[in-house]
């Protein structure tokens, strides 16, 4: 019985004609070559090579074990072939899906990462309500929704993916859009584009107005946050949106402000629990949470900001 690897120097020997250019063709030395060959002449009990003047000539007896040689080598070639496709991505799919606030951004950017280690993986990637990730999984539509907020369901796996905050955003020509932090107070003074209060973000929004007794108006009304940002580019009021929908700075008319008061939420990932996640999803997963996690900066108490200041002017 020949091993893969007598086969290997066998069929090198025979490509180059020589033990030195077997050598040189499979990177290993030449006593190497003759001590491998020598063994598979063993093993088959037959002669395999003739030595004339420096070169191997096949014996006239080893022609039909050649053939086979040459025919398993090939098959080596196919499998070694099919297993770099796979390693690609090719034949597969990944099929994600995720609410627009985001989508807009940290999912394109996860996307990149993907492609980056699987060039080959057809992608297919969906825009979701919340109130349609239950179908999208359970049909089969997709391996894994990314969500704004939780939700419930015994067939469904609900896992914490990162945090986030809402952000304040008002026109560049706004009196608000010189400060870096306004309280809830003072944008309840002006008219508010706002999304579905039985939208997370929304929820959050009506809350910090309701927690501080503060009377606001909504005049504009808008389901995703790229709209929003739209609206506010126009002049036509101020909003509060998701700092994912903002990450990639594509309003360049819209001012960003911190909000003083607590607005952080956390986001999901949901996926069925009896089906297990592919390598894809899993880099997908981590790509995902590693951009959200990496766009929130440390927040560091205002405490500590003043005893920093305090340091600072007695050096």
């Known amino acids: 019985m020949l091993t893969l690897r007598q086969i290997e120097v066998i069929r090198a020997i025979m490509v180059t004609g020589t033990v030195g250019g077997a050598a040189r063709l499979l990177n290993v030395s030449s006593p190497g070559i003759s001590r491998v060959m020598k ?26 074990i050649f053939d086979q040689i040459n025919g398993v080598y090939d098959k080596i070639e196919d499998l070694e072939f099919v297993i770099s496709r796979i390693k690609r991505g090719a034949d597969s799919e990944l099929k994600v899906a995720s609410v627009p ?16 280690a699987f060039p080959n993986l057809l ?37 914490p993916l990162a945090r986030g905050q809402l952000k304040c955003i008002v026109p560049a020509d706004h009196p608000l859009a010189r400060r870096a932090e306004v309280p809830a107070a003072e944008i309840a003074k002006y008219p508010l584009i706002g999304v579905d209060p039985n939208d997370p973000y929304g929820r959050i929004m009506a809350d910090l107005f309701a927690r501080h007794s503060l009377n606001y108006e909504v005049t504009i009304r808008a389901r995703f946050g790229s709209t929003v ?4 580019t126009q002049g036509l009021g101020v909003a509060i949106v998701d700092e994912f929908t903002l990450a ?4 360049p008319q819209v001012r960003v402000l911190d909000i003083a008061e607590p607005t952080v939420f956390q986001t999901y990932i949901v996926h069925r629990k009896d089906a297990p996640l ?32 305090r340091e600072v002017r007695r050096r």
């Open 101 to 116: 606030s985001i989508a807009n951004v940290m999912v394109p950017r996860a996307l990149a990462n993907v492609r980056k």
């Open 278 to 309: 592919s390598r894809y999803a899993a880099l997908f997963i981590t790509a995902l949470r590693e951009h959200m996690e990496s766009l929130a900066a440390p927040v560091v108490p205002r405490r500590a900001q003043a005893a920093g200041v």
């Open 123 to 159: 992608i297919d990637c969906d825009i979701l309500k919340i109130e349609d990730a239950v179908d999208y999984l359970l049909l089969g539509k997709g391996e894994l929704v990314a969500l704004s907020s939780r939700i419930e369901h015994p067939m469904l796996t609900c896992a």
């Open 248 to 251: 990639a700075n594509n309003w």
């Open 229 to 232: 940002c739209a609206l506010v």
């Open 39 to 64: 063994h598979a002449e063993t093993s088959v009990g037959v002669k395999l090579f003739d030595r004339q003047g420096g070169r191997y000539s096949p014996t006239s007896e080893a022609h039909a």
